[in-house]
């Protein structure tokens, strides 16, 4: 679903054979790009609804791109990994020893992050392991961050050292988190103990 009128009302896009989307990434010209689980990359130009496939082969998980041409894809499927595009989508290139995962985030052109677990500070070309992290990531500022899996973690040296906040139990683990401010965040936790996929979300301590 998108929407207008500052989420007032929402659509459903005209996205032909799209099979469900797990990330989307709209730039500030208006362009986006979508991925999902049928193998594909969707790029929209010229309109809200008019969205068109760019890439198949692998499930991607997470799309981010850095500008109108250089942007990045990934998968946590094994022996795919990373690819970038510098043409605005129309090719892409493997980025050679990079590791796979579910979730891109760039603070700058050149610091990004594959989750909490991975950092480059050149732009995507090498990525290194950081000190703790989660499979999803989110940032405040440039300075401060979480990152989730079981766990909530936080940084403040721009994701170099995470430091546990939150701790579940069994396998019940965090899918998303947001924050507004440095003060005021939520994550949505998955509990199989209560045979659902979600149960409400909760705010967060921001501290240690």
Do not use: C
Not at 45 to 52: K, R
Not at 68 to 74: A, L, S, V
Not at 109 to 117: D, E, N, Q, V, Y
């Amino acid at each position: 679903m998108l929407f207008r009128s500052r989420g007032q009302n929402w659509f459903n896009p005209n996205t032909g054979n799209i099979g469900g989307e797990w990330q989307l990434d709209l730039l500030e010209d208006g362009t986006g790009y979508s991925t999902g689980y049928d193998l594909s990359v969707y790029k929209r130009t010229g309109g809200l609804d008019n969205w068109g496939s760019i890439f198949l082969n692998y499930n991607w998980s997470d799309v981010f791109f850095i500008d109108e041409m250089r942007g990045f894809i990934i998968s946590s499927d094994f022996g795919v990994g990373l690819y970038k595009t510098e043409d605005g989508g129309v090719s892409y290139q493997k980025v050679e020893n990079a590791p796979g995962g579910y979730d891109l985030l760039f603070l700058d052109s050149l610091t990004g992050f594959i989750g909490g677990t991975y950092k480059t500070t050149n732009g995507g070309e090498t990525w290194y392991a950081t000190n703790g992290g989660g499979i999803k990531v989110f940032f405040i500022n440039d300075s401060i961050g979480w990152s989730i899996d079981s766990h909530i973690y936080k940084t403040t040296d721009r994701g170099e050292n995470w430091f546990t906040q939150v701790q579940l139990g069994g396998s019940d683990s965090f899918t998303s988190i947001f924050f507004v401010d440095s003060l005021n965040g939520w994550a949505d936790r998955k509990s199989t103990r209560l045979n659902s996929s979600h149960i409400p979300l909760s705010r967060i301590p921001s501290s240690a």
